[in-house]
């Protein structure tokens, strides 16, 4: 008996940390959507993809997937999913090209949120979008090269979750679709989350951070860092981030640490639901997840053998002191 009401307890743990998540989402999804259709209404979208053209064509993209693009930058990944959804349904891609798209999801999202919460805890704004939106375009261009030149994924993608459309193209019609796309999106979550808890159990977490370890070290993150660096990136970059004030705060983590870390995360952070979210749009793990890895690795390994990385003192940054001025 005590392992079923365990078993209950758990399950309600969950289903209420996913209805929390998904409450959080329509909160930010909802006002995204219109704000893009009353834009795409206005003409903004051709404009957009115009102004994004030439970042676009560098990468080997379509410059419609420009308005994805800026709709994840500003907001998340799940609301750029829909908005790629919308464009995938009547332009084809080839799998090369939805896994660049995926890519540049991964690496540059949620800039306002996660570019905060990095300022927090030390690392200034104009880092934090150099790093993320010039590496994300680095690695997209690369990317495009490889694939070009190797042949690979240049066959049409298969778009693993696409909610039917409805035959409606009016507004009455495109309402429909984003509800139907957004109460589909709840179990994706609790499927996610369940997924997460499942891999934790199995010790996939524990196995990631023994890949990860000696790699970190070798970057130059020290021991102590270390361990929040892979909370970050099987969590998130907020969850990361959080611990890594924390530990600020107490003196236990130097600031080079705590720069190269967030450094670390901003490019590569919860590698496990980000990355299984966006394989649903039909991308490649040899671009979302493994290129990813190693651009992450390799830059971060130049960044700590700058110059400027060598005089980062001993004393918290500015931003972390004022971050807890008043507690």
């Known amino acids: 008996m005590s392992t079923l009401l365990r078993c209950r307890k758990e399950a309600t743990a969950l289903l209420g940390e996913s209805l929390r998540v998904y409450w959080a989402l329509l909160k930010v999804m909802v ?60 332009e084809t891609l080839t799998g090369a090209q939805i896994t660049i798209m995926g890519t540049l999801l991964l690496l540059a999202h949620s800039l306002p949120v996660e570019g905060a919460v990095a300022k927090a805890a030390g690392v200034s704004w104009r880092l934090t979008l150099t790093l993320r939106i010039g590496g994300a375009l680095v690695l997209g261009m690369l990317l495009h090269w490889f694939y070009a030149a190797t042949g690979w994924l240049q066959t049409p993608g298969q778009v693993l979750w696409n909610p039917a459309a409805s035959a409606d193209t009016g507004v009455v019609g495109w309402l429909m679709d984003q509800v139907v796309t957004l109460l589909t999106i709840f179990p994706i979550i609790l499927a996610l989350l369940t997924l997460l808890k499942v891999l934790r159990w199995l010790g996939i977490e524990r196995l990631i951070h023994a890949l990860l370890f000696p790699v970190l070290r070798i970057l130059g993150i020290g021991k102590d860092a270390a361990n929040v660096t892979i909370i970050g990136v099987t969590l998130g970059l907020s969850y990361g981030a ?29 590698v496990i639901e980000d990355t299984l979210l966006v394989v649903l749009m039909g991308a490649d793990l040899s671009g979302i997840l493994w290129a990813r890895l190693l651009f992450a690795v390799v830059v971060i390994g130049i960044l700590a053998r700058l110059p400027f990385m060598r005089r980062v003192g001993v004393t918290l940054p500015l931003t972390v002191k004022e971050s807890f001025r008043g507690d």
């Open 242 to 270: 959080g611990i890594l004030i924390r530990e600020a705060r107490s003196g236990q983590l130097q600031p080079r640490d705590i720069m190269l870390t967030l450094c670390f995360l901003g490019l590569c952070h919860s």
């Open 31 to 90: 006002p995204a959507l219109l704000a893009v259709k009353l834009l795409d209404m206005l003409g903004g979208t051709a404009l957009l993809g115009k102004l994004l053209s030439p970042l676009m064509q560098l990468m080997g993209l379509p410059d419609s997937l420009g308005i994805v693009w800026a709709t994840v930058l500003l907001t998340n990944i799940y609301t750029a999913m829909m908005v790629f959804l919308d464009i995938a349904a009547h």
